[in-house]
């Protein structure tokens, strides 16, 4: 079982930036993707972005593209989630996880793929 930990949430203005990080921890070697997903209060939780643990292939939502980047860094070690232009619809508990399949531009965003989650950091965007 893969852990992870979120770290990096919190209070920004409209416009602003913030940097989320995920540590890995423990067996790693079967790891084949780690994503970022949100959930806004009263909404479905719904994915961000996500990254291939041995390529690094990255794929983002619509709403993200050109404002999020996801990255990972060479140790495999922590995944980052860089979060620029935030608007107040950006505001939900974000989550880091793993996926032990091969996912690709089909299939990035199916949660069921994700075996691992971490605990969330919240995310607040005032306007």
């Known amino acids: 079982q893969v852990q992870l930990v979120e770290s990096g949430g919190g209070l920004v203005q409209a416009g602003g930036s913030l940097r989320l990080s995920c540590a890995v921890s423990t067996r790693t070697s079967n790891l084949r993707a780690l994503a970022w997903f949100r959930q806004a209060p009263g909404k479905e939780r719904e994915i961000v972005a996500a990254?291939?643990?041995?390529?690094?292939?990255?794929f983002a939502a619509d709403s993200v593209k050109g404002r999020f980047t996801i990255s990972r860094d060479n140790a495999k070690t922590t995944v980052a989630l860089q979060m620029n232009k935030l608007t107040p619809e950006d505001t939900a508990v974000y989550y880091c996880?793993?996926?032990?399949?091969?996912?690709?531009?089909?299939?990035?965003?199916?949660?069921?793929?994700?075996?691992?989650w971490g605990q969330g950091t919240q995310v607040s965007v005032s306007s």
């Open positions: 996880a793993a996926s032990t399949y091969y996912v690709g531009n089909g299939n990035y965003g199916l949660p069921r793929l994700y075996g691992s």
């Open positions: 990254i291939t643990w041995s390529v690094g292939a990255t």
